[in-house]
């Protein structure tokens, strides 16, 4: 009862999981999220793969869709299934190590656990919403951003001053741009993210709608983090354009200020990828910004920190030296 080749045990689960997901109905989906990722971890784990079906209560999928599929990936390793429009549905697959004779036993097991975690997922969801985001800023007090340039309610300030310049400078509404940029780090301090920091963002849009705020500020309270990785998805709207490049030229300023700048293939604060995400932003979103304006605007916002001693021309450099990288992708050349 041990298949030795990991390959084999891969391609036996990836096939397991496509019946399954087939037997639930037309079009259901096992592949959601970090699905494709959970094969290779759970193929590594069990030695005679068995796929089974479990369910749960409908309740649940009151919760947002991205906080039980995680809760169900990560914590317990199970593949959640959604229809062919990409809604959850109340039954998830997760793989046995063992052929039992009665398998509902097992079944049952599982469902009870992941019942437990399900509930947790629906307390903390439950219970951030009685507070409204604003209402949580005061508690950002408290939360070190980094020790010379100080909490995550200072920054917030920076973040608001250049969110509501950079929207005049795109003609976008200011007052909306400060507001979003507001509120953008108020999720930080809830349960929800507190319990799945991969939900910053996501939750705090969640919980602006839940307020009642614009829509456009709850949208830029999500995006102002993208784009997050190579290739991702750019922010929506003029709003959330301008919380975004705040959020990233204060990141930049900040420790180019205070020379904590990358070395080599180490760059803890992301500087690299903030520098990417701001050209991308302004060069495909074709926004009219001076490059010398945005990074004048962003050690301003730093004006009474000692600590931090503006270095424009060294953060563009660093800029431009993305670019060329960033041009080379598109298929440019040194000639061009």
Known sequence: ???????????????????????????????????VELVEEVTSIVEWPVVMTGGFDKAFLEVPKECLVISMQQHQKYFPLADKEGKLLPRFLFVSNMKAANPKEIVHGNERVLRARLADARFFYDQDRRQRLDARLPKLRAVVY??????????????????????????????????????????????????????????????????????????????????????????????????????????????????????GDKDPFGLRRAALGVLRIVVEKQLALPLPDLLDLAFKAFDGIAAVKPDAPALATFLYDRLRGYLRDLGYSANQ
Do not use: C
Not at 150 to 176: N, P, T
Not at 189 to 217: I, K, S
């Open 1 to 35: 009862k041990v298949v030795a080749s990991f390959e084999t045990r891969r391609e036996s689960i990836a096939r397991a999981l496509d019946g399954a997901a087939h037997k639930a109905g037309e079009g259901v989906r096992w592949d959601l999220g970090k699905s």
């Open 146 to 263: 980094h020790n010379k340039l100080g909490s995550q309610a200072e920054r917030i300030d920076r973040l608001r001053f250049l969110a509501a310049e950079i929207a005049k400078l795109v003609g976008a509404d200011a007052a909306h741009a400060d507001r979003a940029a507001g509120l953008a780090k108020a999720d930080l301090v809830t349960e929800m993210v507190g319990e799945f920091p991969e939900l910053q963002g996501l939750m705090g849009r969640y919980y602006a709608e839940h307020d009642g705020e614009p829509a456009d500020v709850a949208a830029a309270v999500e995006q102002h983090y993208w784009p997050r990785f190579a290739g991702d998805a750019l922010p929506g709207g003029p709003i959330a354009e301008a919380v975004a490049l705040a959020d990233k030229l204060e990141t930049m300023a900040g420790m180019f200020g205070i020379g904590n700048l990358p070395t």
